[in-house]
């Protein structure tokens, strides 16, 4: 990360005034981009250690102007930024369902389906009776 053209330089990180001012922001952030695209040498890792759209990153990273965490300008000829792997943990498992809830991420497919198991065996055997089930229990209540 000491390769990056960031370092010691200040205006990657805006400060608050900036940030409710978007045109200005954007003037002052696009040589920084330009200078991120065309100089980075970091720049997949750059992303991976910020994680803007995790931590609601406000500045450049990854030749992009993130405000809280959402991309609102990006440099000409900047990379594509690839899916960042998930910090949950095991994923199909109840812990790994817990670890996106704590990472404040969406729930991935694997995770969803443990948490719709997890949620159907928390109702009971009630929620998912037959038909031929509930016709007995009701000709019994009669």
Request: aromatic content about 2%.
């Amino acid at each position: 990360m000491s390769d990056a053209p960031c370092v010691a330089v200040s205006g990657y990180i805006p400060d608050n005034s900036l940030l409710r001012q978007p045109e200005k922001l954007g003037q002052v952030a696009a040589p920084l981009m330009r200078r991120c695209a065309e100089l980075c040498p970091v720049l997949a890792e750059c992303h991976e250690r910020v994680r803007p759209a995790e931590s609601r990153f406000d500045g450049v990273c990854a030749a992009r102007l993130w405000v809280d965490g959402r991309v609102v300008a990006t440099a000409d000829g900047a990379p594509g930024l690839v899916k960042l792997p998930s910090r949950a943990g095991m994923c199909g498992s109840s812990s790994g369902v817990a670890g996106h809830e704590r990472q404040g991420e969406p729930l991935c497919a694997r995770c969803q389906e443990t948490a719709q198991r997890a949620a159907v065996r928390r109702a009971g055997a009630a929620s998912i009776r037959t038909r031929k089930q509930r016709r007995k229990s009701l000709a019994a209540a009669s």
